[in-house]
């Protein structure tokens, strides 16, 4: 999809997004044990949420001691971040175009922000995790697993939004590549059978650059 046509539904439905999922309740366990062992991985280095929507895992990192702070493509979902996290710092930017300095990150997640974006698009996003990340850092990536669209418009339709949004669903073989492609290697990943409400499987994959001592 064009970052526009994202950005403009995510303007429209941040505030119900924002209410439907105010904090990790929703997060199946496995996955939080990922995600607490990116955060032991990375230590008291700074991390990145990039896409970080309305801020509830940045508020996760942050409450675990993590140096974080957030990015995101939607103004609409960073105000509703700063006024729910008012002690974490976000701004609105592309995860193509990350308004850092190189090495400016000890760990980078991506946590479920890829899934707008489109195969031949994704090597840019990893290029710019790589440019931000110092040498040994990591990279989290959580996303539905599976090939192919989904529209996934009618999703917030019971809220009387009418947006225009697809997800596309990526192998965790996919993702390792993406990685590797652009200097890293895969640490680890996980890879589950849809739970609860979910329709797809989901998947997390664990990746680092190199020099680490």
Partial sequence: MEPEIVQRAYDTVARDYARELPDTRADAGLDL???????????????????????????????????????????????????AHPDVNFAVASLE??????????????????????????????????????????LLVGFQAGTGVRDVSGAYGRFGHDVVLERYLFSADEVAAWIAGSGGREVARLVRAADGAETQAQAVVLGQWAGQD
């Fill in 97 to 138: 175009d990350l308004p850092h300095e190189d090495d400016s990150f000890d760990g980078v997640l991506l946590w479920y922000s890829i899934i707008h974006t489109p195969p031949a698009r994704q090597p840019d996003i990893f290029d710019e995790v790589a440019r931000v990340l110092r040498p040994g850092g990591h």
């Fill in 33 to 83: 044990a990922m995600l607490d062992e990116f955060i032991t991985r990375v230590g008291d280095g700074s991390l990145l949420d990039a896409g970080c929507g309305a801020g509830r895992i940045t508020r996760y990192l942050a409450d675990r001691g993590c140096a974080v702070e957030g990015v995101d493509l939607s103004p609409g979902m960073i105000q509703q971040a700063r006024a």
